[in-house]
């Protein structure tokens, strides 16, 4: 039998441990499995564009485990009434292919999101830093706020986005979080005037440079999440050449994310490696670093085994015969036509 998680019993999780909680475990979970980098099979996410959006299929697997995330990323689903973002994933066991666990992805992946900018900052910010810019203040913005709050020690919010209903509603969720302000900014310019680190999450489809090179101060470090599809971009591409530029797998960030607006000789590094102590990550207090975030696979991989045994703690989910249980594996014609058989004995 497979294990079905609804978002139901996702926030039930959440109502046990509390948001701080499980997103520290997040981290850890996800920082888990980045210093596991070479044990993983990894390709660049599918992805079937429209003008509409984008649906993706990502999968990653090890020895043991293979898991796949659905989702999409369509900017104008908010006049529909429905989330940008929607997502279900699948964790598998690799010896059978057996399905384990189906799950809800929409509010995991929003958390998963905030833990790997967390994991990230944890690596490449300043120590000490205290005020970050929040540039898109929707559906991800209140995961990443309470993410850097809670886990990174953000006292301050410089908050912006081009619908000012979309802070607003920020703020009422915001206020009051003990020892956090958020402040409401007429730009993202202003937003950005000392800030230590810079968070970027809007949604347009478009190559959008949000972020140009003169906003920078010496020492920011950026997390750029919402360039995550071919021709969507956030940041100027002044913004990286004046950088030192991390991504987690550079074949899918070179496609994607802000950095597909560079040459392919331009340096990057991978997250795994500055884990892993191969490489270096922020080298001085002077240097600004960018964490071109497009999101990958290995994360949900990390969430979907969080999240699955988080749910077994509490006894939340239940069981569903997403594939059938036969006395005989190679009878499945016979599965098929049970119910007409129970029928005709009961008539």
């Known amino acids: ?174 206020r009051g979080v003990p020892g956090l302000k958020a402040v409401a900014c007429g730009s993202t310019a202003e937003a950005l005037l000392g800030a230590d680190i810079v968070t970027t999450v809007t949604a347009d489809k478009r190559n959008a440079t949000i972020v140009t090179p003169a906003m920078l101060a010496p020492g920011m470090h950026l997390n750029a999440v919402g360039g995550d599809c071919p021709g969507k971009t956030e940041l100027h591409p002044g913004v990286l050449a004046a950088a030192s530029v991390f991504v987690e797998y550079e074949p899918q960030s070179r496609i994607e994310g802000d950095l597909q607006q560079m040459p392919a000789s331009f340096p990057v590094t991978e997250l795994w490696r500055v884990l892993g102590s191969q490489a270096p990550g922020r080298q001085s207090d002077a240097e600004v670093t960018v964490f071109d975030s497009v999101g990958f696979a290995l994360e949900d991989f990390a969430a979907l085994r969080l999240m699955g045994a988080l749910a077994a703690e509490l006894g939340l989910g239940q069981t569903i015969d997403l594939i059938p249980e036969m006395a005989d594996p190679k009878d499945l014609f016979g599965e098929l036509m049970q119910p007409r058989a129970a029928a005709l004995r009961a008539a």
């Open 1 to 174: 039998m497979t294990t079905l998680l609804t978002t139901r019993d996702i926030a039930s999780i959440v109502s046990a441990h509390g948001l701080p909680e499980v997103l520290r475990q997040m981290v850890a979970g996800i920082e888990g499995e980045f210093r596991r980098w070479p044990e993983f099979d990894k390709v660049p996410r599918l992805a079937s564009h429209s003008r509409q959006g984008v649906i993706e299929l990502m999968p990653v697997a090890d020895a043991a485990h293979y898991s796949f995330k659905y989702v999409n990323g369509h900017p104008a689903n908010g006049r529909l009434g429905l989330p940008t973002v929607m997502a279900f994933g699948v964790l598998a066991e690799v010896s059978t292919g057996k399905p384990l666990l189906l799950s809800e992805l929409t509010l995991t992946t929003a958390m998963r999101t905030a833990a790997t900018s967390v994991m990230a900052a944890k690596l490449l910010a300043r120590p000490g830093s205290r005020t970050m810019a929040l540039i898109g203040n929707g559906a991800q913005s209140e995961f990443q706020a309470l993410a850097f709050h809670h886990l990174m020690g953000i006292s301050t919010l410089h908050l912006f986005d081009t619908d000012t209903a979309a802070t607003a509603k920020l703020q009422r969720h915001l």
